[in-house]
């Protein structure tokens, strides 16, 4: 019953914003998701990060642990996606990506600071960085056919990451004015993220429900599996193991939808897969919860 209770308070908070954001468009009202994404990647997150890093008392070792085991595992479920899409003979730019990458920022986020606190937030923060770098290099490739390391250089949470790591690294701190602003800023990421997810979600005219439902299984299965093989092979301790299984396990990013509908993938395709991964989430993110904490 208390194990119950831990995990329903911990994803409550994450699915109810969530649900403001799609009631908000459901009941009408205005909301303008790319200024309010925009705000979010360009400032909030990047400050999140940044503070998350600087602040964090973890061995900056362990930290180098979890981004190889996060590269491994990304690695691992690129291998295992490309042989059940070659086997399903599905498009390979429009199935890829999205069975790949998932919601590391929007849901994985919040959800490891809610189930791990601080010392999550920081380990989720190296596995988030690590995903977007790979998305817009190997996803973007994946879909178009050509990576781009210049939107990669040009990324501020890419920066907040690197100046985050510097400051862990060498011990510094900023002063405490300019700490306590850059926190103010960064606690608006993760409401901002969780509504727009919502938002988003209602938008999105998803198709082929069926498909979707199957591959997004598989997806959860294959992320879960490979993950966890590599935290158990990088011997990660059990908050930093649990982040990565959680952050990999995470449903179809919108951003998947974003990029097929720029280069010309199914995008109605993948935003089934958005919608139906994301209400799956609903009911298996707390029971992986329920095992890993």
């Not at 608006?188 to 919502?198: N, R, V």
Request: hydrophobic content about 60%.
């Amino acid at each position: 019953m208390n194990l119950t209770l831990t995990v329903l308070e911990i994803v409550a908070p994450v699915f109810l914003l969530a649900a403001v954001g799609f009631m908000w468009v459901k009941l009408g009202y205005e909301y303008r998701i790319n200024f309010v994404t925009q705000l979010a990647t360009t400032l909030a997150v990047p400050c999140l990060i940044f503070t998350s890093l600087m602040q964090t008392q973890i061995d900056p070792a362990a930290l180098t642990a979890l981004t190889l085991a996060s590269v491994v595992a990304y690695l691992g479920v690129s291998i295992v996606v490309a042989l059940l899409v070659w086997l399903g003979k599905l498009n390979r730019r429009t199935y890829l990506a999205p069975m790949i990458f998932g919601n590391t920022g929007n849901l994985g986020l919040p959800l490891a600071l809610f189930a791990y606190g601080s010392e999550g937030l920081s380990y989720a923060v190296v596995v988030f960085a690590v995903m977007a770098i790979l998305t817009f290099t190997f996803g973007i490739w994946l879909v178009a056919g050509a990576g781009s390391l210049g939107k990669v250089a040009a990324q501020p949470l890419v920066w907040g990451t690197l100046l985050g790591a510097l400051f862990l690294w060498q011990d510094w701190q900023t002063p405490a004015f300019l700490t306590s602003t850059l926190k103010l800023i960064g606690q608006m990421a993760i409401p901002l993220m969780l509504i727009t997810l919502g938002v988003a979600v209602a938008r999105l005219t998803p198709v082929g429900i069926g498909q979707a439902v199957v591959l997004s299984v598989l997806k959860l299965a294959v992320c879960v599996g490979v993950a966890a093989l590599a935290g158990v092979a990088f011997e990660l301790e059990h908050v930093a193991f649990g982040v990565l299984v959680l952050q990999v396990a995470t449903p179809v990013a919108v951003t998947s939808y974003m990029l097929a509908e720029k280069y010309g993938a199914d995008a109605q395709a993948v935003a089934g897969l958005v919608v139906v991964s994301t209400l799956i989430s609903v009911g298996a993110l707390p029971l992986l919860l329920a095992v890993l904490l």
